[in-house]
């Protein structure tokens, strides 16, 4: 293992590779995210981030390595499974559902916490009435979490970009996930857009959500991230607080450049 090695790690990943063909995506990457922080991977495109997420959500299946969920191994799981265990994320390009209305999306992840399911619904059961009524009630929790509970009854669509990430987080949060990984969550974002996010992230946080973040925006991870690990071809290359990141002289030459990164 990689990294600060503790008692308290949330997610262990281990000796991590993916290979496509010939080509190797992840090469042999090590870390651990500890319970209760927010923990960054960066790194340029094609560096393997988005790669790593589909690992270990069960997207995609691993080539070698280990993934440790709360003490468990879970590769191999498929990603409703993954879900169900507490591991819950977002996805780089927008994945709403656009033809449902904003609470409808957020219903979506949190049936995946019922146990009688849609079909019980669609019964009408009573046992489905009751949680259905639940259901709705902690969507529009979720909904109100990220300020969209007054457009609970538009139609997703019709929501800007920005609001829809929000809708995303919302329902990922409506799985009532222990470890939530928000994959370019700012991407698109103007200015007070990210400052919103960025207060949304550190709220998450400390309602005792552990947060695993990608994302470009230096500047946003530098001033939130507690710790961060660099990937650049697939391999890790350093690992550390934003501060020894940004020291790093590998860093610097093979991802940062030599532009400063300010702290926001």
């Not at 500890?34 to 299946?61: C, D, H, M, Y």
């Amino acid at each position: 293992m990689g990294g600060e090695v503790a008692g308290n790690a949330i997610l262990e990943i281990g000796d991590l590779k993916k290979e496509f063909g010939g080509l190797i995506a992840v090469d042999d990457v090590s870390f651990d995210v500890q319970r209760g922080e927010i923990f960054s991977i960066i790194g340029p495109n094609g560096a393997g981030k988005t790669t790593i997420f589909n690992l270990i959500s069960g997207v995609l299946p691993t080539t070698d390595g280990e993934i440790k969920f709360e003490g468990d191994v879970i590769n191999g799981l498929k990603p409703h499974v993954v879900a169900g265990l507490g591991l819950s994320r977002t996805f780089q390009n927008l994945q709403v559902f656009n033809n449902m209305t904003v609470l409808e999306n957020v219903m979506v992840g949190r049936h995946l916490q019922s146990s009688y399911g849609m079909m019980s619904a669609g019964l009408r059961l009573p046992g489905g009435r009751r949680e259905e009524k639940e259901i709705i009630d902690r969507s529009m929790e979720q909904l109100a979490y990220v300020g969209l509970d007054s457009m609970a009854d538009v139609g997703a669509s019709s929501l800007p970009f920005g609001q829809q990430r929000l809708l995303e987080i919302a329902r990922a949060m409506a799985t009532e996930p222990k470890l939530l990984m928000l994959d370019e969550p700012g991407a698109g974002l103007n200015r007070p857009e990210k400052e919103d996010l960025d207060a949304l992230v550190r709220r998450i946080r400390d309602s005792g959500v552990t947060v695993l973040l990608v994302e470009h925006d230096m500047a946003f991870v530098m001033g939130i991230a507690e710790r961060i690990i660099v990937l650049d071809y697939g391999e890790k290359i350093a690992e550390g607080t934003p501060e020894e990141i940004q020291s790093d002289p590998e860093v610097i030459a093979a991802y940062l450049g030599h532009e400063e990164i300010r702290v926001i």
